[in-house]
């Protein structure tokens, strides 16, 4: 027990850092939905799906890598930590080298204003500030810069996992996020102020600031990046130009399918935005902006899965040689699905009271952000899916068959693309809510399907099960039945952690007394 208790430990740590961490960012989600139309917060959506596919790409899988073989090479870590960062640095140096000469080409593609295309047939559509085809040239050129420099983060940051350090790791991550914040705000609030007052300096800053681009946004990340990177100066210093070739190939070898794999999910993920702009040409920035911005509701249960995943991954691979690492593992599941799913009944019956967070500058801009609420149900089942699935995920991990995440995530992305295809253009985001959430589901099921097979561990099927599927009872009731009533929502989110409480009070106290 004092195994679970430790994993339990380094989690709350991770957990209260990236909590902060996306609490403070959530916060600018009001903001943004404030100073910018819903075609405005379109943009920020797409290109920051872009961005998160184009992260997993460039680290190339490599922090999972690192830690496999931390494990592996125990007695070497030092050339586990050269190899890892070298691989990442050669496939930004590679991937710089494609995208500056093409960034042209790259703006075209991922302009989704249409506002070009209807030029070329004569048609002039107005645009909102920074939907220009000129911006997206711009704005390809700064998330070039972002993720090369993040991809140079990703290793330093895993080895600080590895070491042991979340208290390093949360303080940095939290300096990036108020650094982005603080420049956020002066862009978006000071200086309009400024300039409606008049105050010194008003006349230069007039020449080149432009209200209402959004570009400010990606101005702000690339700088919050730089400081990241600079604080993580020392874990960078640590690094050695002292390769093993053969170590190396191997960690490309374990990598790619881990990539693919990572790639897959991050398309499960951000795909959906991507392709309602593509595919609803007469309104896709204002139906991106829409759903990425009452998608954020769903933001604390992706923080939960995103912090427990920071704890998980180095723990389960230094425990993977105990004798009951499969009996910890499974005590891990049984808690964790009782946590998201109380989760996910919370964040639904408070839905009235989170909706605020996403309004806009007058009534009627904040009913048009409010149209896209119930796509936040299966968004956050979702989510449950998708928590469940990079838990069951230890068992392709441990035993070297990384192609099975591959193959896994390969279905899921396939899913999550044939089925946007085919419903998008009927059912707009509504269709892109339902997809994510079959396409994790199906995930789920595979990888508990296919690890029982190769790497058995002895969930709790049925009590999973049991709570699973009262979550989505109780979550029906209080949203579609009750029609979002809060203090109904509440009084059965109240009953459902009772009853949790109740029939796990056994397994509680053996925790605290040991």
């Known amino acids: ?28 989600t009001p903001l943004y939905t404030w100073a ?9 959506t797409t290109m920051y799906s872009y961005v998160s596919m184009t992260n997993a790409l460039l680290s190339f899988g490599m922090e999972s890598t690192f830690f496999r073989y931390l494990n592996k090479h125990a007695d070497n870590k030092q050339r586990v930590y050269n190899n890892a960062f070298a691989s990442v640095f050669a496939v930004t140096i590679i991937f710089l080298l494609c995208t500056i000469p093409m960034a042209g080409h790259i703006a075209n593609f991922v302009d989704v204003s249409h506002a070009q295309k209807m030029a070329a ?24 810069s972002i993720v090369i420099i993040d991809a140079w983060c990703a290793i330093p940051f895993a080895k600080i996992r590895a070491d042991g350090r979340p208290a390093r790791y949360g303080l940095i991550k939290l300096a990036s996020v108020l650094i982005f914040i603080v420049i956020n705000v002066t862009f978006i609030l000071v200086i309009p102020f400024w300039l409606r ?17 959004v570009g400010y946004i990606f101005i702000a990340e690339l700088i919050s990046s730089i400081v ?7 874990e960078l210093m640590k690094i050695r130009f002292d390769f093993d070739k053969e170590m190396l190939w191997s960690m490309y070898a374990y990598s790619w399918p881990v990539l693919i794999a990572n790639l897959s999910y991050l398309v499960n993920e951000n795909m959906d935005k991507v392709l309602l ?40 691979f230094n425990h993977a040689k105990n004798k009951n690492a499969g009996q910890t593992y499974a005590r891990i599941m049984d808690y964790f699905v009782i946590a998201v799913c109380v989760i996910f009944i919370a964040l639904i019956a408070n839905i009235e009271i989170l909706k605020y967070f996403v309004h806009g500058a007058n009534a009627k801009q904040t009913a048009l952000y409010w149209t896209g609420l119930p796509v936040v149900p299966p968004l956050v089942f979702g989510y449950v ?21 591959l193959y896994i995530s390969g279905i899921g992305a396939i899913l999550t693309i044939v089925l946007n295809v085919i419903f998008i253009p009927k059912y707009s985001y509504m269709a892109s809510a339902w997809v994510s959430l079959i396409a994790y589901t199906v995930m789920m099921v595979l990888s508990y399907v296919w690890g029982q097979k190769n790497y058995p561990i002895p969930y709790q099927l049925k009590k999973n099960l049991a709570y699973i599927v009262s979550s989505i009872i109780v979550v029906y009731l209080s949203f579609y039945v009750f029609n979002r009533n809060i203090y109904i929502g509440d009084a059965l989110l109240l009953v459902y952690v009772s009853f949790a409480f109740y029939f796990e009070r056994e397994n509680l106290r053996a925790i605290f007394k040991s």
């Not at 040409?281 to 899965?305: E, H, R, T």
Request: glycine share 10%; proline share 3%.
């Open 277 to 316: 702009g593509k595919l609803l040409p007469s309104n896709s920035l204002s139906d991106v902006g829409i759903y990425g911005a009452c998608a954020k509701i769903s933001l604390f249960l992706s923080i939960f899965v995103n912090a427990f995943r920071l704890g998980a991954e180095p723990f389960f």
């Open 197 to 213: 007052h008049d105050f010194f300096g008003s006349g230069w800053i007039a020449t080149w600031y432009i209200k209402g681009w």
């Open 36 to 44: 910018f139309p819903t075609a405005a917060y379109g943009i920020i």
């Open 121 to 144: 047939k004569g048609i002039q559509v107005a645009t909102v500030t920074g939907t220009a085809h000129a911006d997206y040239l711009k704005y390809v050129y700064l998330l070039i």
């Open 1 to 28: 027990m004092s195994t679970a208790k430790k994993f339990a430990g380094q989690t709350a740590v991770y957990g209260v850092s990236t909590i902060a961490s996306r609490v403070l960012t959530f916060f600018l």
């Open 385 to 405: 899916s998708l928590g469940i699935y990079m838990n069951l995920s230890v068992w392709y991990k441990l035993s070297d068959q990384t192609k099975y995440g």
């Open 228 to 234: 990241t990177l600079l604080l993580l100066m020392p």
